[in-house]
């Protein structure tokens, strides 16, 4: 019982950060699961819960999804995703996770340095391949693809709610085929399921208290989460072993 509080916890605590700041959700709690379960079955609850969670979400902010802007990155993301499972089975696992977590404190770094000045990312075919390119090969390696649609969303699309919107129902898609691939695969026992219905509780919680925060900041504070939670969430990636 003590797992199952825990995992309640825990996906409260990251269902918070993701309500208020649209992503950190994985990164968060992929860092803490693996301490009281397997790391298969922590996989798994995440691309549950992020299923779920994002279901509410893409559903209350229906009306302001850009999926114009959507299309080219999520694709990308889509077929980039083998690429990084390949480099998680064939590439050494803790320098990856150093890589990538140094890559992300290195654009939190980068933003910070540049937020003072007005950055704008314009949401065309290219920059849309880039940043769906790299989240599905991060996704692939460690479900941490967060970042480069976060970047590109967030300093691409003007509206709040248009970029939280959009960015949620990218990672609804993702996570959609992950858990159909787990069901295929029959990954998904009595087990997951029980640990699924306790972080459920936890999710649910966090995601309404962090939407509600989310609905009453300005965009300039958003950025500065954002930017923050970057950092920490990289730094927490090179210090996991």
Known sequence: MTEKILTLMICFGGSLI???SGFG???????????????????????????????????????????KIAMVPLISSLALVPIGV????????????????????SISIFLFIKSKKEIKIKTNVKNGIIAGSLS???????????????????????????????????????????VVMH???????????????????????????GLSMFQKINSVILHKIVIALMFVLGTLLIINK
Do not use: C, W
């Open 18 to 20: 993701q309500g208020l």
């Open 25 to 67: 959700f994985a990164m968060f709690v992929m860092f803490f699961l693996p301490f009281i379960m397997p790391l298969k079955v922590a996989a798994i609850v995440t691309g549950m819960q992020t299923f779920f969670m994002g279901t509410y979400v893409v559903f209350k902010f229906r009306k302001h999804i850009d999926y």
């Open 86 to 105: 390949r480099l998680l089975v064939f590439g050494n696992e803790n320098i990856l996770k150093r890589i990538l977590g140094i890559t992300i404190v």
């Open 136 to 178: 599905g090969i991060m996704s692939g390696m460690f479900n941490v693809g967060g970042p480069p649609l976060v970047v590109y969303y967030l300093y691409g699309i003007k509206n709040r709610l248009s970029y939280k919107a959009t960015l949620e129902f990218s990672f609804l898609i993702r996570s959609m085929m992950i």
């Open 183 to 209: 069901i295929v695969y029959g990954n998904i026992n009595k087990e997951i399921i029980i640990f699924a219905l306790f972080g459920g509780i936890g999710t649910s919680i966090g995601n309404l208290l």
